[in-house]
């Protein structure tokens, strides 16, 4: 009898929260290692063409950083410095200007892009997993060239600076990119940073890049994981999980907005539609400092 009893209670229950579980199914919400409330991005999927693998030129650096090198338990091995680009300097970008007025133009350098302003800073702390750094010798710098491509746009569009503050040997676990995603979570959360990215070759990773969406100003660091898919692959996604940090959600695929949190334009486009660009304007003090 009291089985039977269980059992209906169990089946009345189901019934009156399937209509909840199911339009709740999209997203997946949870409490984060540092007590915030936090939804956990669709997976993003893994780019459909392969993309260039290395960058030709290095990423343009806002400012000189130095990063502490970490090991898998947080301690700090060594540091390694990370220099500003060169055509940063405003004065050459001047000259650029001359050459160009006097016709000399033609090598396309530095014409495309005006120098941003940046009028906000914000840390990042790189954890690179055991299979990413078996794969790559030069992890530091190839992760490097991608934080400071994917941050380009927040720099151009929003005014923001990604510096990276450190460098982590991370050994990731878990069975899905859900799972490893809480994994770095654990592992490398309250530790000071505005942004702990994540890369991973793991084969567990079934997704191009996750990451935790906050309601508000998050406690602790806002935590994503992107795959390596080569260099372009991934600096794509590493700019569509750190706008997941900022709050942003996705556009309907298939409804032709071109932008990064549009799953058709992913890996295509390194800008925002007017709605996300709002809304990372409106969490912008979420991170950083001026
Ligand atoms: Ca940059
Ligand atoms: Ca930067
Ligand atoms: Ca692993
Ligand atoms: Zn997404």
């Known amino acids: 009898m009291k089985k039977t009893g269980l059992l209906t209670l169990s089946l009345a229950l189901s019934m009156t929260f399937l209509p909840n579980a199911t339009s709740a199914s999209a997203e997946t919400a949870i409490i984060d290692s540092q007590g915030n409330t936090v939804e956990i991005g669709h997976v993003l999927p893994k780019a459909k063409t392969k993309g260039k693998q290395t960058f030709d030129v290095p990423s343009r650096v806002e400012s000189n950083t130095t990063a502490d090198v970490l090991n898998e338990k947080g301690k700090k091995i060594k540091e390694k410095s990370i220099k500003k680009s060169k055509e940063q300097d405003p004065s050459s970008e001047e000259l650029f200007g001359l050459f160009d007025w006097l016709g000399g133009g033609g090598?396309?350098?530095?014409?495309?892009?005006p120098p941003a302003t940046t009028d906000r800073t914000v840390t990042v702390l790189v954890a690179v997993?055991?299979?990413?750094?078996?794969?790559?010798?030069?992890?530091?710098?190839?992760?490097?060239?991608?934080?400071e491509k994917a941050d380009d746009g927040f720099t151009r569009d929003h005014g923001i600076d990604f510096e990276i503050k450190a460098f982590a040997q991370w050994d990731s676990n878990g069975n899905s990119a859900s799972e490893i995603l809480q994994d770095l979570d654990r592992d490398f959360n309250g530790n000071g940073y505005d942004f702990v990215a994540g890369f991973t070759r793991d084969v567990n990773f079934n997704s191009g890049g996750i990451a935790y969406?906050?309601?508000?100003?998050p406690n602790g660091s806002a935590i994503s994981v992107n795959l390596d898919q080569g260099a372009e692959n991934t600096w794509h996604a590493a700019q569509h999980e750190f706008s997941h940090n900022y709050g942003a959600g996705h556009d309907a695929q298939g409804s032709g907005i071109q932008c990064i949190m549009n799953y058709d334009y992913s890996y295509q486009v390194d800008y925002w539609d007017q709605e996300h660009d709002n809304e990372i304007e409106a969490h912008k003090t979420w991170f950083g400092n001026e």
């Open 107 to 113: 090598t396309g350098t530095g014409t495309e892009e």
């Open 129 to 147: 997993d055991e299979e990413y750094r078996a794969a790559h010798p030069d992890w530091q710098t190839l992760t490097t060239n991608i934080i």
């Open 213 to 217: 969406v906050y309601p508000s100003a």
